[in-house]
């Protein structure tokens, strides 16, 4: 079985329960990651895996048309991981290495935080872009937690957005795998936690090895078969890029002067290769000076 065929998200809403329960099952494989993997680290491509997951739950949960950005700027082995997924579960995803942090002569397994920030100065932030203009950017800073991807969100969600939220990741033999269970805004708070308890109590309850060798939706479904399950949302998540020439000449232009573009190879193009997609842009010196004065 090719691993896209993996690709699946659900949301389900507990009626009874006033909280939806949601999760992604991805292939961690070149359809889904552009990046070519054998150049990558296993733990950059397992935080890739994580991270995109992460993100496409997190957008599973979007009220109105728009996407979340997740996004880290490490200090350690991991300089930079960034994933974007929309509404309809289009996502893309990157993550760059800074090699020389990464200790290859003992096998070391590393944590989230070692990752991304040993010595802190790292930087998480989650952004909520709407395409509905009333509705304005929105950027959270994310606390790096020891435990990973998942908690350090979960922690956020939690507190930050003030949402009860249960956010798990797992992954195994290049399939990423996550649930997130969150709250809806209720108005019996007694009845709410209780209920909140033993709905998390359930979850922790299923193995590991159950959610990563079994369908996730068949697995939900029968674990709570009694309960009155209402599926809202039902997607393929689907890699898909939206880099632009356009895009791509304007970022060049507030990046470098007109000058020294002209100055640097006046004949030759500018190569630009998208990082996301692997793309290549040949961008001419008169396009990036045509137009940036008027
Ligand atoms: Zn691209």
């Not at 082995?77 to 929309?86: G, H, K, M, T, W």
């Not at 790292?122 to 908690?151: H, M, P, W």
């Not at 308890?197 to 369908?215: P, V, W, Y």
Request: charged share 25%; aromatic share 8%; with cysteine.
């Amino acid at each position: 079985m090719k691993t896209t065929e993996l690709n699946k998200s659900s949301t389900f809403l507990f009626v009874e329960k006033s909280a939806k329960l949601s999760y992604v099952e991805l292939g961690l494989d070149s359809q889904n990651f552009k990046q070519p993997k054998e150049y990558l680290q296993p733990e950059s491509l397992r935080l890739l895996g994580e991270l995109a997951v992460a993100n496409i739950l997190l957008s599973s949960s979007l009220k109105h048309k728009g996407s979340v950005i997740l996004q880290i700027h490490g200090k350690g082995p991991i300089s930079l991981a960034v994933s974007e997924c929309n509404y309809k579960g289009q996502f893309r995803s990157i993550v760059k290495e800074n090699l020389k942090k990464y200790a290859r002569e003992k096998q070391v397994l590393y944590s989230f935080k070692e990752l991304v920030e040993p010595n802190g100065g790292g930087l998480f932030v989650a952004s909520i872009k709407s395409l509905e203009k009333s509705v304005n950017t929105y950027q959270g800073i994310v606390q790096i937690n020891n435990r990973g991807v998942d908690f350090s969100l979960e922690h956020y969600l939690n507190n930050s957005e003030q949402i009860k939220s249960w956010l798990r990741i797992f992954v195994e033999n290049d399939v990423v795998k996550g649930i997130l269970l969150q709250a809806l805004p209720e108005e019996s708070e007694v009845d709410r936690k209780s209920d909140w308890k033993s709905m998390i109590h359930s979850l922790k309850q299923i193995k590991t090895r159950e959610i990563m060798g079994k369908n996730l939706d068949i697995l939900l479904l029968e674990k709570y078969r009694k309960e009155k399950l209402i599926r809202t949302k039902n997607f393929l998540p689907v890699f898909r890029c939206g880099c632009k020439r356009e895009k791509i000449v304007t970022s060049i232009r507030q990046f470098y002067k007109s000058e020294f573009l002209s100055e640097s190879k006046p004949n030759h193009p500018l190569e630009v290769i998208c990082e996301f997609c692997g793309r290549t842009f040949f961008i001419k010196n008169k396009e990036l000076s045509q137009t940036s004065h008027g």
